[in-house]
C-alpha cells in the first residue's frame, strides 16, 4: 500500500491500529477532530471533522485505501451520533468515489445484530437487529457502502467488530474478544485480496465461545491467532456468574441491549 488514510486515529483504537500497522504502507494518513502531534515514521496527520465535506474530501484525495474507524464509538443521543456516523460516513464514501479510492475498511459493530439472542449463530446473511441508535447507525452505514457498491464499485469489508481490546475483561468478552494483532492482520488482508466486494466479516479471535461464523468470508484468507480460552481462567474467577434470567444475557448486545432509549430522561 502507498499512502491509506486512518480516520478516527486519535481514538483507542486508532492508536493501536498506528502500532501494529506500523510500516505496513508507504504513508500512513492519520486524522482525527483532535491534534495529533506524536507522529512516527511514515506518518502524516490531517485534522478533520467528518461532518465538513470540504475537509473530508481534502482528506480522501490521493489515497488508495481507507480505515475508517472514525466517529462515536458509543451510545448517545441521535444529535452526537448524527455527525460522526451518519455524515461522516456518508462523506467518506462520496469523497472516496469522488477521488476513485475502490476499497474501505469500515469499522462496523457487533451492536448492529445485538438484539439476536445469544443461542443464535450468526452469519454474514444473518438479519440486522440493531440494540441502540449507535448500532442503527452502523447499519445505515453498512447499507451505505452496499449501495456505494452496487451503484459505482467501492468495494467494502464491514467489519462488525466484536470487543477489540488487550485482552478480554468479561464473560460476554470471551465471546466477542478481538485482539489487536488479529484486526490489524484484517485490515492487511482486506487491502491484498484481488477481489473484495461488499463482504459482512465478524471482527473476533479465534475464540471457543464464538456466536459468529465467518465462512462466507473465508476467502480472504483471514485466520485469527488470538484466543479468549487463553484469558478464560481469569476472566471466570473475576466475572461472577449471573442467574439465567438477568436480562443482560438474553442479548448478544450485551447491556447495550437492555439500557433504556438515550433520549430519554430516566
Known amino acids: 500500500m502507498k499512502r491509506v488514510l486512518l480516520t478516527g486515529a486519535a481514538g483507542t483504537l486508532g492508536k493501536a491500529m498506528r502500532r501494529a500497522l506500523s510500516g505496513w504502507a508507504d504513508e500512513l494518513v492519520l486524522s482525527d477532530r483532535v491534534d495529533i502531534s506524536d507522529l512516527q515514521v511514515g506518518e502524516s496527520f ?5 461532518a465538513d465535506f470540504d475537509a473530508v474530501k481534502r482528506l480522501v484525495e490521493g489515497c488508495d485505501g481507507i480505515v475508517h474507524l472514525g466517529g462515536q464509538s458509543i451510545e448517545g443521543s441521535f444529535d452526537s451520533i448524527l455527525n460522526g456516523n451518519l455524515k461522516g460516513t456518508y462523506h467518506i464514501y462520496e469523497a472516496a468515489r469522488q477521488h476513485k479510492v475502490k476499497r474501505i475498511f469500515f469499522a462496523s459493530s457487533n451492536h448492529v445484530v445485538g438484539f439476536h439472542s445469544r443461542e443464535t449463530h450468526l452469519d454474514a446473511d444473518s438479519p440486522m ?3 441502540s441508535l449507535y448500532g442503527v447507525s452502523k447499519g445505515f452505514g453498512e447499507l451505505l457502502a452496499r449501495y456505494y457498491f452496487d451503484k459505482f464499485g467501492v ?5 462488525r467488530i466484536g470487543s477489540c ?3 478480554p475483561v468479561d464473560r460476554r468478552m470471551l465471546s466477542t474478544w478481538l485482539s489487536e494483532e488479529d484486526m490489524a492482520d484484517l485490515i492487511k488482508r482486506v487491502f491484498s485480496v484481488n477481489r473484495l466486494a461488499c463482504t459482512v466479516v465478524y471482527g473476533a479471535s479465534n475464540n ?4 459468529w461464523d465467518n465462512r462466507k468470508a473465508n476467502f480472504l484468507g483471514w485466520q485469527p491467532k488470538d484466543s479468549s480460552a487463553e484469558f478464560e481462567t481469569e476472566v471466570l474467577a473475576n466475572d461472577p456468574l449471573l442467574n439465567t434470567d438477568h436480562p443482560v444475557l438474553l442479548y448478544q448486545g450485551g447491556f447495550f441491549a437492555t439500557a433504556g432509549h438515550f433520549e430519554d430522561d430516566d
Open 155 to 159: 468495494e467494502s469489508a464491514l467489519v
Open 165 to 167: 481490546l488487550p485482552k
Open 208 to 211: 471457543p465461545w464464538s456466536w
Open 129 to 131: 437487529r440493531p440494540d
Open 46 to 50: 490531517q485534522q478533520c471533522d467528518l
